[in-house]
Structures are given as structure tokens and as C-alpha cells.
């Protein structure tokens, strides 16, 4: 998102006629703002769907990003264990309160990069079904090849753990809002965010420690 903002500056920048970059220091700052506002409108104009709002909310920094983004990501301890406990009263739960759902409807979520994605090259209206994504991070199932490492693996996360309530009630806390563990970490807060319900939350902590799930099989 920001890599497409900037080249589009530079783009900008170097479609200038040449006497316009050569302005005395008093008309930079002048060209500067000019370049910034259609940059801006390059970007807002890349977004599809009705409602360009739902976008650029997202660039909206909450109280606990914006001191992670003030400390690097690396706040003091006592800074940290505020923004953890901050995050942890965010939680919500399901209205049935069954913390376990269905691991098939994980499976598809968990293997879902659609939803969310901005710029020139096919974004996604803002109704695309979203989905968490979660191989770009994590292994999962051994079937599946292609995966990030940024975050531990969790292959057999059931079978290395059980299925306890309070193993359940981890998983999905960590996913709703991993920040309520640690501060300022990578892993995106989906609950917190609405990115996903509670109940599809559910469906994907099935798919960690069922039994059945193909992240506990060999």
C-alpha cells in the first residue's frame, strides 16, 4: 500500500517540467503539497467499490499502534504489559459461547488470502468474502507446500497441546487479538479489526485442534 503511494510520488515527481523543479525554495513547498495532493488522489481513485471510507479507515492507528509505531515496535516492559492488558479487554466472544466451530470451515478460511487487497492490480470490492490468510504466516497442514515462516509453525497445534478449554479458549483469544499477548507483535488482531466474526473465529481454532483437521495428521 505504502510502496504503491510512493512510486506513484515519484512518478508524479518526474513528470514535472524541468523549470518546475528548478523553483526557488519558497515555491518547493508549494510544489511539494501540489505533488502530495495528487499522489493522494492516485490512491484514493485505486480503490473500487462505493465506498472508498471503508478504505481508508484502515489507515486509521488505534491508541496501542500508534505507541507501538512510536516505540519501533519495542516499548518499555511496563508500556508493554499496559498495551497487552488494554488489548485483553477488547476480546468478545461468541453469543452462543462454543469456542469451537466447524475445522472444514476453518480449512477454507485459513487457506483464504481474499478480502482486503488495495491498489491497481485487482483489488478486491469491499464485500469480497474475507479470509485469514493464515498460511501466509504459519504451517498448518502438512498438505499444504507453500507457506510463510514469519510465525511458528502449527503443525499437530492440537495434537502437541490437546484440546483443552483452556487451549480453546488461547487459540481464539490469540487470533481475536494477538496483541493481548504481545504487544505490538505481527500477527493481525481479526477480531479486533472485524476481519473476522467470532463465529468464523471458532471455525479456524477447530481447525488447529480437532482431531480430525489435517493440521494433526502426519
Not at 510512493?6 to 517540467?17: E, F, G, Y
Not at 518499555?76 to 462454543?98: F, S
Not at 493464515?134 to 503443525?155: D, F, M, N, R, S
Not at 492440537?158 to 487459540?171: E, F, M, Q, T, V
Request: aromatic share 8%; glycine share 8%; with cysteine.
Amino acid at each position: 500500500m505504502h510502496k504503491t503511494l510512493i512510486a506513484a510520488t515519484l512518478a508524479l515527481l518526474a513528470s514535472l517540467p524541468a523549470h518546475a523543479q528548478e523553483r526557488t525554495p519558497s515555491g518547493a513547498a508549494s510544489v511539494k503539497n501540489d505533488v502530495s495532493k495528487q499522489a493522494e488522489q492516485i490512491f484514493r481513485s485505486s480503490f473500487r467499490g462505493d465506498n472508498p471510507k471503508f478504505w481508508m479507515d484502515r489507515l486509521e492507528q488505534d491508541d496501542a499502534m500508534r505507541l507501538c509505531s512510536q516505540y519501533r515496535d519495542n516499548p518499555p516492559a511496563k508500556l508493554r504489559q499496559k498495551i497487552e492488558l488494554a488489548q485483553k479487554a477488547t476480546i468478545r466472544y461468541p453469543v452462543d459461547g462454543k469456542l469451537i466451530g466447524d475445522w472444514k470451515e476453518g480449512e477454507k478460511l485459513a487457506s483464504s488470502g481474499r478480502g482486503g487487497h488495495i491498489g491497481f492490480i485487482q483489488p478486491d470490492a469491499p464485500m469480497t468474502p474475507r479470509g485469514g490468510n493464515c498460511y501466509a504466516c504459519h504451517q498448518l497442514a502438512k498438505k499444504e507446500v507453500a507457506y510463510g515462516t514469519i510465525g511458528p509453525t502449527l503443525h499437530h497445534f492440537g495434537k502437541l497441546r490437546g484440546a483443552s478449554d483452556d487451549i480453546i479458549k488461547y487459540a481464539y483469544d490469540k487470533i481475536y487479538n494477538s496483541n493481548a499477548f504481545t504487544a505490538c507483535t505481527n500477527m493481525p488482531r481479526f477480531g479486533l479489526h472485524n476481519w473476522l466474526t467470532p463465529e468464523q473465529i471458532t471455525h479456524i481454532v477447530a481447525f488447529l485442534v480437532d482431531p480430525e483437521s489435517p493440521v494433526n495428521k502426519d
